[in-house]
């Protein structure tokens, strides 16, 4: 990790409360359709259900999770993403349209960013008090 640690610790902690923001916000408005539309599950057909375990259900699921643990729950997000994707592909013969698909899952991305920046400043955190006993150094 180059520059200041100080600096590269800020950034992590503006991406996750970036990333927990924008989760609040995407899990909001996919309740606000939710309740707006007025969801019936007896309306819905079975195959569509596979899709719904994915987008919204996966990626809300995904969201929730990474508060506490960004790597497992952004893997989830963007896991659940791409089996939508892979799934509409499938069944329409073609991706779904428009960016509102990432939009929602972005949160995702940004909390495994975060996940690796935060892995990266433990392990750059390690090798320096190593090297600090090594050379004999208080730490």
Same mark, same amino acid.
């Given at each position: 990790?180059?520059?200041?640690?100080?600096?590269?610790?800020?950034?992590?902690?503006?991406?996750?409360?970036?990333?927990?923001?924008?989760?609040?916000?995407?899990?909001?408005?996919?309740?606000?359709?939710?309740?707006?539309?007025?969801?019936?599950?007896?309306?819905?057909?079975?195959?569509?259900?596979?899709?719904?375990?994915?987008?919204?259900? =996966?990626?809300?699921?995904?969201?929730?999770?990474?508060?506490?643990?960004?790597?497992?729950?952004?893997?989830?997000?963007?896991?659940?993403?791409?089996?939508?994707?892979?799934?509409?592909?499938?069944?329409?013969?073609?991706?779904?349209?428009?960016?509102?698909?990432?939009?929602?899952?972005?949160? =995702?991305?940004?909390?495994?960013?975060?996940?690796?920046?935060?892995?990266?400043?433990?392990?750059?955190?390690?090798?320096?008090?190593?090297?600090?006993?090594?050379?004999?150094?208080?730490?």
């Amino acid at each position: 990790m180059a520059g200041n640690p100080d600096r590269h610790v800020l950034l992590t902690r503006t991406i996750r409360w970036t990333a927990r923001a924008w989760a609040v916000a995407s899990i909001g408005l996919i309740l606000a359709f939710f309740i707006g539309e007025g969801f019936a599950p007896a309306r819905v057909a079975p195959r569509e259900w596979l899709g719904l375990l994915f987008f919204p259900l =996966g990626i809300c699921a995904g969201m929730l999770v990474a508060w506490r643990r960004e790597g497992l729950g952004g893997g989830i997000t963007v896991g659940s993403l791409l089996a939508f994707y892979i799934l509409h592909l499938a069944t329409a013969g073609a991706f779904p349209k428009g960016w509102a698909w990432l939009a929602f899952a972005a949160p =995702g991305f940004l909390f495994l960013l975060c996940w690796h920046r935060a892995r990266r400043e433990r392990v750059h955190s390690g090798v320096v008090s190593d090297q600090r006993f090594l050379s004999g150094r208080p730490s």
